[in-house]
């Protein structure tokens, strides 16, 4: 099974602020890499996909990069309904892995 | 615009089998280019890919359930299912039903959309 490692597993920042998410893959994945936000008592919601698309109807503030085995979710400015945690997840190969999540709380 | 809602009992007895339903509003699971799949996230966790299923009846199962579950569908009903036997406390979690954009041949990619979840509590 491919392994992945989201950092940090919990974040306190403040409205306004440059988030940065990092998702590591145990091994390579080319770009089968997606972000989902989920806030609480709701279902994940699709962001990013194939590491660096932005799904539609998501703000522009939202970005992703990388590939092989290290990715970033970046918030380039955040907004109060950005609070919420993210969820890296690999499609390169089954059994299909998430990340553990990270908490992004407001400071 | 595709929908999709769980629907089964909320609370099932351990050993038992925990069953639930997919119903896919607002497109055909026949049309092909999806897997539909089944996720779940046990309280206060993260998310754990359970199985899916193409509209041919192609299925991929977690190793770690296999032994225990049939992902099945139901083209007439536009529905899918999921059964996991012999349940446990350990299979008590928010289950989620997703679509996955895919093809017959194996190819995954991404979970749009979700259904809104439902918590399947193990306990007697």
């Known amino acids: ?107 | 615009q595709v929908q999709l809602q769980e629907s089964g009992p909320g609370l099932v007895k351990p050993s038992q089998t925990l069953s639930l339903t997919c119903t896919v509003s607002g497109g055909s699971i026949s049309s092909g280019g999806y897997y539909w799949t089944w996720i779940r996230q046990h309280p206060g966790e993260g998310l754990e890919w359970i199985g899916c299923i193409y509209y041919s009846g192609s299925t991929y199962y977690n190793p770690s359930l296999k032994s225990r579950l049939t992902i099945s569908v139901d083209t007439s009903k536009n529905q899918f299912s999921l059964k996991l036997s012999s349940v446990t406390a350990a299979d008590t979690a928010v289950y989620y039903c997703a679509s996955d954009l895919g093809n017959d041949y194996g190819d995954h990619n991404w979970f749009d959309p979700w259904g809104q979840g439902t918590l399947v509590t193990v306990s007697s």
């Open chain 1, 1 to 107: 099974d491919i392994q992945m490692t989201q950092s940090p597993s919990s974040l306190s920042a403040s409205v306004g602020d440059r988030v940065t998410i990092t998702c590591r893959a145990s091994q390579s994945i080319s770009s089968y890499l997606n972000w989902y936000q989920q806030k609480p008592g709701k279902a994940p919601k699709l962001l990013i996909y194939a590491a660096s698309s932005l799904q539609s109807g998501v703000p522009s503030r939202f970005s992703g990069s990388g590939s092989g085995t290290d990715f970033t979710l970046t918030i380039s400015s955040l907004q109060p309904e950005d609070f919420a945690t993210y969820h890296c997840q690999q499609s390169y190969s089954t059994p299909l892995t998430f990340g553990q999540g990270t908490r992004l709380e407001i400071k």
